[in-house]
């Protein structure tokens, strides 16, 4: 077995997966940043986050670059899907009520943790939640899925979940989107047509995905199983109960929610100036 991090003398765990459609992305994707500082400096242990957005698709900073932008933009408002650039890596994604997101966020203050240990150690969670069904799991890219990686995870060559990750002074927020309930062929088409609104038949210096809704879907599809958003994080809090020496829970403290403001801000802003100078 491949080594992972998830061997922690303590986890502090944070569910942020009952705040409803309200809850912006952008404070999530604050709340990591925040948290990266934190664990970095010794602030705080290594934290698992559980968080649940409602109808949001997750650009990347390559999708800024997409020549008709604001056609697509403009569709997806029109569809009411909110729209934010994320920090971490990759392209374009679709989070909504049937996707659990979670966050390891890891210090890196002594010994520097290498990319693809960062990936094998969310793997490695993902198959302790689902250990019935672990030898189905594939990791490797798909390449017509949205937002393709070498560490897509994926069930008889359907995706249903993808890592990225972030580095902030000493510490490291491994993320993972995983589709748990619902269509994912429905979530592709809806990227599909955004990259086709997006992009039309212009040449582009990046390279974007031929989104094809054959490619992707959810555990509870391609496990055939009615399977809940309550059971999957009842799995995620078991399999870091299972790595953790203890556990707690804690909200961001208050030494913590100055840095947040100012990351929330400061993410407001870059967002606005990457994306309204398109949209205007």
């Known amino acids: 077995m491949k080594p992972t991090l998830l061997k922690q003398p303590v986890w502090r765990i944070i569910d942020h997966t009952n705040r409803g459609p309200g809850f912006d992305a952008l404070e999530s994707f604050a709340v990591d940043d925040t948290l990266c500082t934190s664990v970095g400096k010794g602030g705080s242990p290594a934290v698992a986050r559980a968080w649940v957005h409602h109808r949001t698709v997750v650009l990347g900073i390559q999708d800024t670059k997409l020549p008709h932008l604001e056609d697509g933009i403009e569709w997806l408002k029109q569809n009411n899907y909110h729209y934010l650039v994320r920090t971490s890596g990759g392209l374009a994604v679709l989070l909504d009520e049937g996707v659990l997101n979670l966050s390891l966020i890891l210090p890196e203050a002594e010994h520097r943790i290498d990319i693809n240990l960062g990936y094998e150690t969310m793997v490695h969670l993902i198959k302790e939640m689902y250990p019935e069904n672990s030898d189905l799991i594939d990791v490797k890219e798909i390449g017509d899925s949205y937002c393709p990686g070498s560490y897509d995870l994926s069930i008889s060559g359907k995706k249903f979940a993808g ?3 972030r580095r902030i002074r000493n510490g ?5 989107y995983l589709c748990v309930t619902g269509s994912g062929a429905e979530r592709a088409a809806i ?4 990259y086709k609104i997006s992009k039309k038949e212009k040449e582009t210096r990046y390279t974007y995905p031929s989104v094809n809704p054959e490619v992707m879907g959810s555990l509870a599809e391609l496990l055939n199983q009615p399977l809940t958003m309550e059971n999957a994080y009842l799995r995620f809090l078991q399999a870091i109960k299972n790595n953790g020496e203890r556990i707690f829970t804690e909200p961001l ?3 913590e929610w100055p840095s947040y403001e100012a990351n929330l801000k400061r993410l407001q802003e870059r967002n606005e100036k990457l994306l309204n100078s398109k949209i205007d």
């Open 253 to 255: 403290t208050a030494e």
């Open 191 to 194: 990227i599909r047509e955004f």
């Open 172 to 176: 490291v927020a491994v993320q993972i």
């Open 163 to 165: 890592i990225s990750q």
